[in-house]
């Protein structure tokens, strides 16, 4: 059985709008939400302490009550779902050294993943642990939705970018997979707790505002971010199109 020698918590920020997917929280996935099915992947966790849902519409509250989980209500304002996530450990008057934000439409981000990660955090010096996984198709590398990252010693991040990085000076644009190893970026982050209340002391970065991805904020800080491989196949759930993929899971 993993066990973190600090308290470990996961919170799941779960907010009712979404562009592309209204009340996206709430769409069926063979007979179960989806918040629900994120919830219940992430339970099987036996490194985490603790998982709550965050969020900022008394539907998705009342959904929760259906299968048990434990919930914080908080404002629908807030920008992110990192704001969500801070908002919500602040209503807990927890005391956890780790935080985890789980994504809210991961549903195939199952307990052991995430030990994986939090095992491989404990054992290095870093401010915050999240995933990432081999880029196998040039559609993924070319895609600008698609966050890579360039990695250097002991998993450590050089760099996220929503480019292809590095640039391969030397290789055909069609030659470079077999190369190098590219790899994406899974958006799950494990917060030490103060590399957590740092990100809200900080100010948005240049590179943050340039690439707008908010893990740069700290990266530019001099915080170091572990990352932990996968190859498991996650989908997350942005579109209609989305939800079918993933039932064929379940």
Known sequence: MIKMKKR?????????????????PLVDIK???????????VSQSQALDR???????????????????????TPSELPSGTDRVKFAYDELNENAEIIVNIQGDEPLLFGEIIDKMLAGFAERNADVATLIKKINSYDDLDDPSVVKVALGTNNLAAYFSRTAIPYLRDIEKNQRLEAYDYF???GIYAYKLEALEKFFK??????????????????????????AETDAELIGVDTPEDVIKVAKFF
């Not at 709550?52 to 209500?73: G, H, L, S, Y």
């Open 184 to 186: 994406k970026h899974i």
């Open 202 to 227: 900080l100010p948005v970065s240049k590179l943050e505002s340039a690439e707008k991805l908010e893990q740069l904020r700290l990266l530019e800080s001099g915080a170091l971010y572990y990352c």
């Open 31 to 41: 007979g179960k939400s989806l918040i629900q099915r994120v919830y219940e992947a």
């Open 51 to 73: 998982i709550i849902i965050a969020t900022d519409d008394e539907r998705i509250a009342e959904e929760c009550k259906t299968f048990n989980a434990e919930f914080v209500m």
């Open 8 to 24: 470990t918590i996961g919170i799941i920020p779960a907010r009712y709008a979404s562009t592309r997917l209204p009340g996206k």
